[in-house]
């Protein structure tokens, strides 16, 4: 077992005291009172994980706080921290809150898990220095800049994701995500987690990747409404998510890569479809996308624009979570960090069987003891 | 029920692995069989579409032991005194925050989880573990058990456990 696990639990229990207590809008003094504690000191030890409750402290603060054991205790949740942007539209409410709960339960699993197994991440995070008034050519440079930075090479999108782990530290998952949901990004202190909806076409799914990859790069300068509809209404969480898109755009499909492929197109005077499918499959993107980076570029105009995504082979549905991921918990297991049951019903498995395939779809061993 | 067998308590997965190698019907006759009520209900929502399900008859189940229902007290004793308490899915924890609220010197508890050995032993149940192994040797089974039913593998954690402690 790791020790990380005894070390953390006085701290979660005091976090979490505090959290509901906030929550409740009581000050540390008005919860002694209730508590009956004499002194603040003792709760103030207590919220910041220096002291232990004992077995009736906890219960009289249960009852104050009006709150069950598991919120106390449970290490796989995100209480009163974490800040999700999903990009959704048609999902409904009840749908987005479902997913953040557990799609919560990922990101606070593989966070706690990093805690236990002591991995050291940087302290220092890439951020872009934009705002709410930059251009969206000072975006697109930023897209362009970071191809360059993290080596990317000719198809960006195929090396997007090991960058984003290598350089960011940042967990990215490929998930199922309810109808209307294509990606989500999550900012949390040692858990950023970037989930993109796998069902997805390999062109969106890259676009999500590169559109969220933005609001971590942003998330304190420009964070980003809780969901992006698509047609955000106010005028500043639109102009976000068409910076967004624009750095997405050209991190995807820098100048460099695309104007040889153009001049291509005009020497050998392809057909501008048949060109833009091949240069999409080419590239892991949509041609809708093409068609707009081109436009953006001042190769096109609006008028040439696809209106109707083309098809691309897009190649296999990427497996479910990451093998980055699914490494974490098999650690997690074989450190007795998680108990096989628990893990099943956290990743959503049938059953052992279907936790046994989750492994083998990674390429990875099946743990001891599943 | 209270009969002059030895008290057995099982959580969801030995009594899915009792029923796989097909030695339920002696441990019944042969132990006084407990599990919690968290542990029946996990049997009853068992994924028929799952590869490695095993069919269990959850009321027969009910019929063969006795089962047991926590007050939020237990499950706080257990939760302030073991780390790994949090780390567990509900019918494991529910079983060892039983079993740790009883006089357990008469107790056999039957777990092949690895994080449920650890939350076991932080709650003072090292001794009172016993691999599905040695259940079936009793009960004069020769049952082919996964590994984590083994005394092999319950040796190692507890061993790991202890030096920890």
Not at chain 1, 326 to 354: F, N, P, Y
Request: glycine share 8%; proline share 3%.
């Amino acid at each position: 077992m790791s020790s990380g696990k005894k070390e953390s639990f006085a701290t979660r229990v005091g976090a979490r005291i505090r959290v509901a207590r906030k929550e409740l809008k009581l000050t540390q003094e008005e919860l002694c009172e209730r508590i009956g504690f004499n002194d603040r000191q003792t709760l103030t030890s207590i919220e910041s994980g220096m002291r232990n409750v004992s077995a009736e402290e906890l219960m009289r603060f249960m009852a104050v706080l009006k709150r069950e054991l598991d919120f106390f205790t449970d290490p796989f949740r995100l209480e009163g921290e974490g800040r999700f942007s999903f990009r959704a539209k048609g999902a409904g409410d009840d749908g987005l809150k479902t997913f953040e709960e557990t799609a919560g339960q990922w990101v606070a699993f593989w966070r706690e898990q990093r805690r236990y197994q002591k991995v050291d991440a940087s302290p220092c995070r890439l951020q872009l220095t934009l705002t709410d008034r930059s251009a969206f050519e000072e975006a697109q440079a930023a897209g362009e800049w970071l191809a360059k930075e993290w080596k990317l090479g000719d198809v960006p999108a195929t090396r997007l994701v090991a960058a984003i782990e290598e350089f960011m530290s940042v967990l990215v998952l490929y998930v199922d995500m309810p109808h209307g949901i294509s990606g989500a990004a999550c900012q949390v202190a040692g858990g950023d987690t970037i989930m993109v909806n796998r069902k997805e076409s390999v062109g969106r799914r890259n676009f999500d990747l590169a559109h969220e990859l933005f609001h971590v790069l942003t998330w304190a300068a420009l964070p980003p409404e809780r969901v992006d509809r698509e047609e955000p209404a106010g005028s500043r969480a639109k102009r976000v998510e068409q910076l967004a898109d624009n750095f997405a755009s050209a991190l995807l499909m820098p100048r460099d890569i695309l104007l040889p492929l153009w001049e291509v197109r005009k020497e050998t005077g392809m057909d501008m479809k048949e060109w833009s499918i091949s240069v999409a499959t080419q590239l892991h993107v949509s041609t809708w996308a093409l068609g707009v980076r081109l436009k953006t570029l001042g190769l096109i105009t609006e008028a040439e624009i696809f209106k109707r995504d083309e098809e691309i082979n897009g190649g296999p549905v990427p497996a479910l979570f990451s093998r980055r991921f699914m490494e974490c918990a098999s650690q997690a297991l074989e450190q007795a960090d998680v108990s096989v049951m628990r893990l099943i019903k956290l990743l959503g498995m049938t059953g052992r069987g279907g936790l046994k395939e989750l492994f083998k779809s990674q390429g990875l061993p099946e743990p001891l003891g599943v | 029920m209270s009969t002059n067998r030895p008290v057995l308590y099982l959580d969801t997965c030995a009594i899915i692995e009792a029923h796989r190698v097909g030695c339920w019907r002696q441990m019944v006759t042969r132990y006084e069989l407990h599990t919690v009520a968290e542990c029946r209900d996990e049997l009853r929502s068992g994924n028929a579409r799952d590869s490695e399900y095993i069919v269990v008859d959850v009321d027969q189940v009910e019929r063969d032991m006795v089962i047991h229902g926590l007050s939020v007290e237990q499950r706080i004793a257990a939760g302030v005194k073991s780390a790994s308490f949090g780390v567990l899915d509900a019918g494991e924890r529910d079983l060892l925050a039983w079993c740790a609220a009883q006089a357990p010197t008469a107790m056999i508890i039957t777990t092949g989880d690895r994080a449920a050995i650890v939350a076991a032993c932080e709650l003072g149940l090292r001794e009172n573990l016993q691999p599905l192994e040695e259940v079936t040797i009793a009960i004069g089974v020769h049952a082919d058990l996964k590994k984590h039913y083994r005394r092999a593998w319950l040796a190692e954690i507890c061993t790991t456990c202890a030096l920890e402690f």
